[in-house]
């Protein structure tokens, strides 16, 4: 139990260890996890500014959703209005068309009509006159006949 | 072992056996070969492991290694920046050194307490006390060389005159300055002592211990030297821890001008 020279052996060795470590341990290890923390605050740092950029693009890309949406119901709501005008028009033309034919045919109907008549008078006075041969070649009484045939020629006339 | 060993000198012989140093030389110039030896050795581990550390330390991810060593660094610099508020490139690798080293010291001790001096007396050495922490020598090495640091510093900060006015005028003012000194000197002495006193005390009652228990019959051995080694694994971590959070403390009030 007694102090000696061992004691003088022991503190070269300690002061060895501890030089050594304070040189040649220490400053390596330290500085490597200083390095790592920068690296680490770095990194986090750098995620951060992700996380707001991102964000801010998916604001940005909610905005463009948005006018997107609104420019497309506009072109929407201008085809209709096109479309609309388009069906007004078309009626308006089919109504005139129609209009036009119904006039035509009218005038058709009209001529028609003439021509028939034509005929018809043309026809009723051949049979009159058919009739009125056979009549006068039954009984012949020209005095008396020719007063009636000047009666129908003058009505028919 | 340790029976025979009780048969052939008795319980007395076998403990006095194990406490005694292999030693050459006479009254002061006496060496400790073994607490030489072993601390050393493992004074040696401790550098070399660091050191394999410190040459592959890298700022990425980390090896097993590396990453052990800078749990230790951490875990020592966030205690020096606990009590230490100056700027020192000395005190927190002295920190680790003397955590680490204290712990190997003690660490010994869970070595079977025959094993190490067994394979000794094969190799012809007769006596072999494995444990540094349990020579006086060791314990006081390191406290008294802590000492003279304190000495430095106080003298580095606060000048030679600025600390022995802090010797002479406090705590009590200068019209008691013989009083003044003498708890001064036996505040600082008491710093040393106790420092070394406290580590050999507790690892030289559990080494005994770890001997007397190795004396009992093999049978109920187990049953207490295994609490025993378990109980061991902290009281070694936390002398260790003691010895560094003193040293830092120490040094720490040695910056502190008054």
């Known amino acids: 139990m007694s102090i000696n020279a061992t004691l003088i052996g022991q503190m070269i060795t300690f002061a060895l260890l501890v030089w050594f470590t304070m040189k040649f341990v220490w400053p390596p290890l330290y500085q490597s996890l200083e390095e790592r923390k920068k690296k680490i605050a770095d990194g986090l740092a750098a995620a951060e500014k992700g996380q707001e950029e991102m964000d801010l693009a998916e604001k940005r890309a909610i905005n463009v959703l948005k006018e997107a949406k609104e420019k497309s119901a506009d072109i929407v709501n201008l085809a209709q209005k096109r479309a609309n005008e388009i069906v007004e028009e078309s009626k308006d033309a089919a109504k005139k068309e129609g209009e036009r034919l119904l006039v035509a045919a009218q005038a058709q109907i009209d001529q028609e009509l003439q021509q028939v008549k034509e005929s018809l008078r043309k026809e009723v006075s051949s049979l009159a006159l058919n009739a009125a041969e056979q009549i006068l070649s039954a009984e012949i009484d020209q005095a008396k006949h020719q007063e009636i045939l000047n009666k129908v020629s003058n009505q028919i006339g | ?258």
């Open chain 2, 1 to 258: 072992m340790a029976t025979e060993a009780h048969a052939a000198e008795g319980a007395t012989g076998y403990i006095v056996h194990h406490l005694t140093p292999l030693s050459v030389g006479e009254g002061f110039w006496t060496l400790h070969l073994d607490t030489l030896f072993f601390s050393a050795v493992l004074g040696g581990l401790f550098v070399w492991f660091f050191k394999t550390a410190a040459e592959r330390a890298t700022s990425d991810v980390p090896g097993l290694v590396q990453n052990f060593a800078e749990m230790m660094i951490e875990f020592v610099d966030s205690q020096v920046k606990d009590s230490f508020h100056g700027k020192s490139e000395l005190i927190a690798p002295l920190a680790l050194t003397i955590f680490c080293w204290v712990f190997l010291f003690n660490f010994m001790d869970l070595f079977p307490v025959d094993l190490l001096p067994m394979i000794g007396s094969m190799m012809g050495i007769e006596y072999l006390r494995v444990v540094p922490s349990t020579d006086l020598n060791a314990t006081f090495a390191m406290s008294i060389s802590v000492f003279f640091l304190i000495i430095f510093y106080s003298i580095k900060v606060k000048g030679p005159w600025g600390f022995a006015k802090e010797l002479m005028f406090q705590p009590f003012g200068p019209w008691l300055l013989p009083f003044n000194l003498l708890l001064k000197l036996v505040e600082e002495l008491a710093k040393p002592i106790s420092l070394a006193l406290r580590l050999f005390g507790n690892l030289y009652a559990g080494e005994l211990i770890f001997i007397l228990i190795a004396l009992l019959p093999w049978a109920i051995q187990p049953a207490l030297s295994f609490p025993w080694a378990i109980f061991h694994i902290l009281i070694i971590t936390l002398q260790a821890f003691i010895f560094m959070v003193l040293t830092i403390v120490y040094l720490s009030m040695a910056h502190e001008d008054h």
